[in-house]
Antibody, heavy 119, light 104 residues
């Protein structure tokens, strides 16, 4: 069974950099896309970006200037960095596996990390 | 950019009742790319339906998906207590705003 375990700093000050990592176990990185998705308090889900095991990335245009996703295939981990955070980046952040082989869905998710941006 | 609209925003029902949740796209959607998720507080979203009508592994058959074009529906035939949650539709990298199903 595929499991995603995520971690990272939960409290940031404005202008700092958000950094989260997600470790994949029970399955291969190959043939999938590895995503970050967030949910601001009281709001819906927002896709942040994705990375393929090859290293190719795609980002949400609204965050593209501040976001970076990387992957370490040897450790089976992928990471999110979001620069210059503000209160608007306060959210529950999830990592998730994307399967786009024939359909398009996120089938395995991390447990979520609450990130709060406050001075 | 496709916009997904979900209705109703909130659904008040009793256990045992039938729930019908709508997801509408601003333009015609590719059914293969339409999925539904259940989200409960403190838990990760759970994939219910992919390809508009295919149940994900382990999902009870009281959950079903249907639709094509711009209109899709998630139906819960008989609500169980554990089904009260927020439900999202998703197309590619876009999520709908969600429908909250709560106990009447």
């Amino acid at each position: 069974q595929v499991q995603l375990q995520q971690w990272g700093a939960g409290l940031l000050k404005p202008s700092e950099t958000l950094s989260l990592t997600c470790a994949v176990s029970g399955g291969s990185l190959s043939d999938y896309y590895w995503n970050w998705i967030r949910q601001p308090p009281g709001k819906g889900l927002e896709w942040i970006g994705e990375i393929h095991h090859s290293g190719s990335t795609t980002y949400n245009p609204s965050l593209k200037s501040r976001v970076s996703i990387s992957i370490d295939t040897s450790k089976k981990q992928f990471s999110l960095r979001l620069n210059s955070v503000t209160a608007a980046d306060t959210a529950l952040y999830y990592c998730a596996r994307g399967d786009y082989s024939s359909y398009y869905y996120f089938d395995f998710w991390g447990q979520g990390t609450l990130v709060t941006v406050s001075s | 950019e496709i916009v997904l609209t979900q209705s109703p925003g909130t659904l008040s029902l009793s256990p045992g009742e039938r729930a019908s949740l709508s997801c509408r796209g601003s333009e015609s959607l590719t059914s293969n790319y339409l999925a539904w998720y259940q989200h409960k507080p403190g838990q990760a979203p759970r994939l219910l339906i992919f390809g508009a009508s295919h149940r994900a592994t382990g999902i009870p058959d009281r959950f079903s998906g249907s639709g094509s074009g711009t209109d899709f529906t998630l139906t819960i035939s008989r609500l169980e207590p554990e089904d009260f949650a927020v439900y999202y539709c998703q197309l590619l990298d876009t999520f709908g705003p969600g429908t909250k199903v709560h106990i009447k």
